[in-house]
């Protein structure tokens, strides 16, 4: 759905995610980035620029709330835009105990009919009795593209494919099933592309057979200009919803949802693909996260961090096994800092603001950075050794790396109890990790 929108703002937070520091520079390349991916999706430039700009005046702040990063809070200022801009979500709510009509319409290739088929095989799971009517004498072929279409989603369907008015069908149709079922679906013929002559046609419809309610489907392929038709359909019709189609590969269909969510119309539906199961209500918050890749997008970068750290099995089955050196922990030291700093791997872990607050990750880096001095102040033999590290060993040690003696001390003592921990839990927490 949408993958060049969909990669545009994931890359764009990709970039973010890895920049060394989040300084004006960085904000001000996340958000021209985002500009130029929703342009690229026909979202109209004004509201690009509305909620660029906000992001960006945001994003530059010093103050950020209590708990987040920077990176994590300009990310979910752009979550919380996109999520605005198209609009609220909107049940469909249909009593199961009578027979409502929905009527589709929309311009000629559309994605009507198969819209209705999908639609009807929507509301089947739901577990509501469904009937289609095709009521489009126009297409030749129509009523057998339906009655394909409907025997595949074992949906009941009624027509005439000899009667020449759409009307008396509509109305017969929605006759024959109002008994047994408690949806009735009604396919129209296309309209041309005239919106004022799509209006007056549908209003005539409307009033004939007295829908509970009409749906405009747009092909989400013509991207802004989905506006016109949106709003001349809002104005026209209190009852209506929205469906957007063809949004599987649509460049514009980003544009297409914007565009038709800021005339107040209510986006009920939108559909990625040509099968029977590919509809689904449309949500603005789930929406937006599937486009992000909120909730995976961090697990990823982890994982693609961790796997450009080369394991060493030896040294890795070592220090699970509790005999690590000096000299292993001093690996792990330099492969920390291949990861970056320490706040940096620490926003990568899913659930980290919570934790974030609890720990100084400044102090923390702080002190492994002494760990490292350290030990480079050590001899080879204290490494492989560090019982030998007596009171004079460790004073030399002190005044070669720049620390007091207690620092290497402290340092003594947290390596032997990693020892422990590690024969104890035989290296179960640090498994994953090291791997
Ligand atoms: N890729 C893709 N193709 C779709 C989608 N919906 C419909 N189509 C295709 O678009 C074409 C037109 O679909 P129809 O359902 O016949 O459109 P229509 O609005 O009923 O057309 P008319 O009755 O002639 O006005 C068909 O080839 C469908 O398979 C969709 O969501 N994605
Ligand atoms: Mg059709």
Known sequence: ?????????????????????????????????????????????KIVLEITSKIEKEALKSEIPAGLSKRDYIINLLYNELVKILGTENKVELPKNTCSTL??????????????????????????????????????GAYEQLKTLCARGK????????????????????????????????????????????????????????????????????????????????????????VITKLDGAAKGGGAIAAAASTQSKILFISTGEGLDDIEAFVPERFVSRLLGLGDIKAIL????????????PR???????????????????????????????????GMPEIDRTIDTNELENKLEKWRFIIQSMTKEE??????????????????????????KELIKQYNNMKIVMKKTKGKFLRGFIR
Do not use: W
Not at 111 to 128: D, M, N
Not at 302 to 313: C, G, L, S, T
């Open 1 to 45: 759905m949408l993958d060049q929108l969909k990669e545009g703002l994931r890359n764009a937070i990709k970039k973010l995610i890895y920049s060394d520091i989040v300084d004006e520079q960085a904000i001000k390349e996340f958000v021209h980035d985002i500009q130029r991916t929703l342009l690229q999706s026909d979202v109209n430039v």
């Open 103 to 140: 009527l589709l319409v929309g311009i000629q290739g559309s994605g009507k009919t198969t819209f209705a088929a999908k639609l009807g095989k929507y509301f089947l799971r739901e577990s509501y009795q469904v009937g289609i009517v095709c009521a489009d004498t126009f297409r030749p």
């Open 155 to 242: 949906i009941d369907l009624f027509g005439k494919p000899e009667e020449k008015s759409a009307i008396m069908i509509a109305i017969e149709g929605k006759k024959h099933f109002e008994r047994d079922k408690n949806i009735v679906i009604i396919d129209t013929a296309g309209r041309h592309k005239e919106e004022k002559e799509l209006i007056k046609e549908m209003k005539e419809i409307d009033s004939k057979i007295n829908p509970q309610m009409v749906l405009l489907v747009i092909d989400g392929t013509i991207g802004q200009q989905s506006f016109a038709q949106a709003r001349a359909f809002h104005e026209a019709t209190p009852i209506g919803g929205i």
């Open 302 to 313: 982890e994982r693609v961090k961790q796997a450009e750290i080369e394991p060493d099995e």
């Open 316 to 350: 890795a089955r070592r220090i699970m096994s509790g005999k690590m050196t000096i000299d292993d922990l001093y690996e792990q030291l330099i492969q920390l800092k291949k990861f970056g700093s320490i706040r940096k791997i620490l926003e990568l872990l899913p």
């Open 383 to 408: 490494r492989q050794d560090p019982d030998i590290l007596n009171a004079s060993r460790i004073r030399r040690i002190a005044r070669g790396s720049g620390v007091d003696e207690k620092e290497v």
